[in-house]
């Protein structure tokens, strides 16, 4: 899996960032598994077509006490396989690790 992970937190850092990600990315039953939604301006031609039966689409998110993994796979929200379900294109792929790089430096996280 292609991903953007962040390792070896500290623990005060695993608590800014879990709680970051419980209080903005937090509608997932899955316990550590969060979802960062993709903003509709990025998606494309085949993930706007597919947007009302498939979306929305998302990153997956994993946060355990050894780090952050974020997957560059773009899921959908209500499928599981589609042909719009694929790694991130790289102004994807560029906007969530930006996303990731300025929550990090907001929460004056030591990565």
């Known amino acids: 899996m292609k991903q953007y992970k962040i390792d070896e937190l500290r623990v005060e850092d695993y608590d800014k960032i879990k709680s970051h990600m419980e209080e903005f990315h937090n509608d997932n039953c899955i316990e550590g598994i969060y979802r960062i939604f993709l903003d509709e301006k990025l998606l494309n031609k085949e993930q706007k077509e597919h947007e009302k039966e498939c979306g929305p689409f998302y990153f997956a998110v994993e946060i355990d006490n050894m780090?952050?993994?974020?997957?560059?796979?773009?899921?959908?929200?209500?499928?599981?396989?589609?042909?719009?379900?694929?790694?991130?294109?790289?102004?994807?792929?560029?906007?969530?690790?930006?996303?990731?790089?300025?929550?990090?430096?907001?929460?004056?996280?030591?990565?």
């Open 67 to 111: 780090g952050i993994s974020f997957e560059f796979l773009v899921r959908a929200k209500n499928k599981i396989r589609c042909s719009c379900i694929r790694y991130a294109d790289k102004k994807q792929r560029d906007w969530l690790i930006d996303y990731v790089d300025a929550t990090i430096n907001k929460l004056n996280i030591i990565a």
